[in-house]
């Protein structure tokens, strides 16, 4: 299994809900990152985990909480996002935080989010 | 800081080839990645480069010269699915916290 799941494909919410965001993989890989992508601009890298901690959390507003229940699993939490939260989310992982030659990053498919 | 740099797009015939540069500056430099990503779709890995010099796959080869902040990427006997953005991101080492930071990227647009 080469594949990192990501769900839901499509959200739509409202400034006051909360949502979650999930990413799933089996490929063994320890460490895993949420992405957050404009329209026609790259990937922006938000939050690392390396062997289920926090390692890098790139000064993303409080409203976006990560978590890691388990070495296959990737949360994100949403609560009083705001309209320019509006974006495609990838989760992605990789074998480990620096080992392997390639130590490539697997991305999912990704969740767009609307937030009205 | 860093600077990744990449044309913001390119065009090119169905059958042709395509060069797509990039070139960056940044500390703790650990690798070069090329991904290609197809609009609303997840980056997919094309290439990896951190020695100097081509790699090749298929139709596809990238280049790195570390010396020059500078890598390529190939792209021969373009085909229509070519259409798409590409990605060059480079990784920083542990002590810059093995991060990935990628361009801006560079759509190429395969006209037949």
């Known amino acids: 299994d080469t594949e990192v799941t990501q769900t839901p494909k499509h959200l739509v919410m409202g400034m006051t809900n909360k949502k979650s965001l999930k990413c799933e993989q089996h490929?063994?890989?320890?460490?895993m990152y949420w992405y957050k992508q404009k329209a026609k601009k790259p990937p922006e890298l938000m939050f690392v985990?390396?062997?289920?901690?926090?390692?890098i959390n790139e000064s993303v507003p409080s409203r976006f909480s990560p978590e890691c229940p388990n070495s296959s699993l990737l949360n994100l939490h949403l609560h009083a996002l705001q309209p320019e939260d509006s974006a495609l989310y990838l989760c992605?992982?990789?074998?480990?935080?620096?080992?392997?030659?390639?130590?490539?990053?697997?991305f999912g498919p990704g969740t767009r989010l609307t937030v009205l | 800081g860093q600077n990744i740099d990449q044309p913001t797009e390119m065009t090119a015939t169905e059958g042709a080839i395509v060069q797509i540069n990039c070139t960056y500056q940044?500390?703790?430099?650990?690798?070069l990645f090329w991904y290609q990503q197809h609009a609303g779709e997840a980056p997919t890995f094309l290439s990896y480069?951190?020695?100097?010099g081509l790699e090749e796959k298929g139709r596809f080869s990238s280049f790195l010269s570390r010396s020059k902040g500078y890598s390529y990427l190939l792209l021969k006997e373009l085909q229509m699915k070519d259409s798409a953005s590409y990605l060059c991101?480079?990784?920083?080492?542990?002590?810059?916290?093995?991060?990935?930071?990628f361009g801006g990227g560079t759509r190429v647009l395969v006209k037949p």
């Open positions: 991101a480079v990784k920083r080492d542990k002590a810059a916290g093995n991060k990935l930071t």
């Open positions: 985990y390396s062997y289920e901690k926090l390692s």
């Open positions: 992605a992982s990789s074998q480990g935080p620096s080992g392997g030659y390639y130590n490539e990053q697997f």
């Open positions: 490929m063994g890989h320890r460490a």
């Open positions: 940044t500390s703790g430099f650990n690798g």
């Open positions: 480069n951190v020695l100097d």
